[in-house]
Structure formats: C-alpha cells, structure tokens
C-alpha cells in the first residue's frame, strides 16, 4: 500500500496570507488526524476527521479548519498567518477500526512565514 | 491538558552503548505509543503497550510499560549509527484517536 502523502513539501508565504494544505491518507484508512511541529513545542494535535465529520479538535485558534472528503481526503487551512505558524506540519491517518490508536504519519508540510 | 514527560531531552552515546528514555504521566494509561522520527523525517510508529508490566522487544529495542501504567521506557542496546533520531512516546489524549506526544528525546550516536 502506498503511504500517506502530503501536499505541497514545502511553502513560503507571507504574514496575513491563508494557506491549505493536503493530505491522503492510506488506502482504506478513513481517520485523518493532523499534527504541528515545531522545535519550541514539539509535537501537537490540531484535530482529527473520521467519515467526513470533525471528532476531535486541540487547542488551537479558529484560524485554523480542516475539512475531509468522501474519500478520506483531507485538507487543513489556516488563514491570516502568523511568523509562529511556522512549523512542519504532519498528516496522520488511521484504520480507526482496531483498538489500537496507531497513527501512520505522512513527511510533512514545511510551511514558513515571512 | 495532561502532559507527558519524556526524560532526557538529548542524549550524546559512543556507538555500542546502552541508551534509555523515559516516559511519565501524572494519570494512569490506557496504553503508550512510541515513535522515531529520523533527522527530516516523520515520526514512525514503533510499538504499543497496553498491559501493566508489559515488556516487548524489537531486536536491540526494549519497551517496558510500567506496573501502575503511568510510566514507560524505551531501552537500545548496543546503539547503532542507524538508531539516530528523536524517540517520543505518545498517549492517548481526549479523543481515543488524539495522540499526546512527549517532547521527545534526541539521540545522537558517535562512531
């Protein structure tokens, strides 16, 4: 099976500016979770999509959404950046359809802010 | 929200020897992830533990789950070149499929 994959690897953009971002999960995998990282606070959870639907959400501003498609697809946007919204920020997906919570994370987003 | 803490935060070992990373929480877990994300890379699933006293082996990897299910440990033995990278241990958070990360322990290995 082909891994998660993300879009774009890189982008530069400029304060004020809103970017979107993409992620496709493994195949068959219908929960997406996406993650910030950043060296300050390490890894954090921004939220989580399962059937299309929003199931959990961490404690970031509203500037940043996500959404995700009928076929599992999903984006996460964030608007009106900020310099401290730069950071890698990962895709995860799961099977969600065992008791385990594994998550298989893509290689990320760099996303830098000017 | 409930943290993880993850002991030490870098760790500098000649190559072959014995490097351990610790996992602790103020609650009692369902169960403990732990991930390696390589130098630019992203984090890879390592293993889970769910069970009180749990031990599991990958090779030179040891993964020790605490009896009151609040802590856990990550053992290499004999490090290798290969096992550079930062390890974290991860718990479930408020959504059963959130994670909660520790901030990670960065190995270096000299050879």
């Known amino acids: 099976k082909a891994g998660v994959t993300q879009t774009p690897r890189y982008l530069i953009k400029t304060r004020g500016q809103q970017v979107t971002l993409s992620c496709s999960p493994i195949s068959g995998h219908r929960s997406v979770s996406w993650y910030q990282q950043t060296p300050g606070q390490g890894l954090q959870f921004l939220f989580e999509?399962?059937?299309?639907?929003?199931?959990n959400k961490g404690n970031f501003p509203g500037r940043f959404s996500g959404r995700q498609f009928s076929n599992s697809r999903s984006e996460m946007n964030v608007s009106t950046l900020e310099l401290g919204d730069s950071a890698l920020y990962l895709c995860?997906?799961?099977?969600?359809?065992?008791?385990?919570?594994?998550?298989?994370f893509g290689p990320g987003t760099r996303l830098t802010v000017l | 929200g409930q943290q993880v803490m993850q002991i030490p935060q870098y760790q500098h070992v000649q190559e072959g020897e014995d490097f351990t990373t610790y996992c602790n929480s103020s609650t009692t877990l369902s169960n403990i992830q732990w991930y390696k994300q390589r130098p630019g890379g992203h984090p890879v699933f390592l293993i889970q533990l769910v069970k009180s006293g749990e031990v599991k082996k990958q090779k030179r990897l040891t993964f020790q789950f605490g009896e009151a299910k609040k802590n856990s440990s990550l053992h290499i033995t004999a490090t290798q070149t290969t096992d550079v990278g930062t390890y974290f241990c991860?718990?479930?958070?408020?959504?059963?499929?959130?994670?909660?990360f520790g901030k990670g322990t960065k190995l270096s290995v000299i050879p």
């Open positions: 999509y399962f059937s299309e639907t929003q199931r």
């Open positions: 991860a718990k479930p958070g408020a959504g059963s499929y959130q994670l909660t």
């Open positions: 995860a997906s799961s099977s969600r359809d065992t008791s385990t919570d594994t998550q298989y």
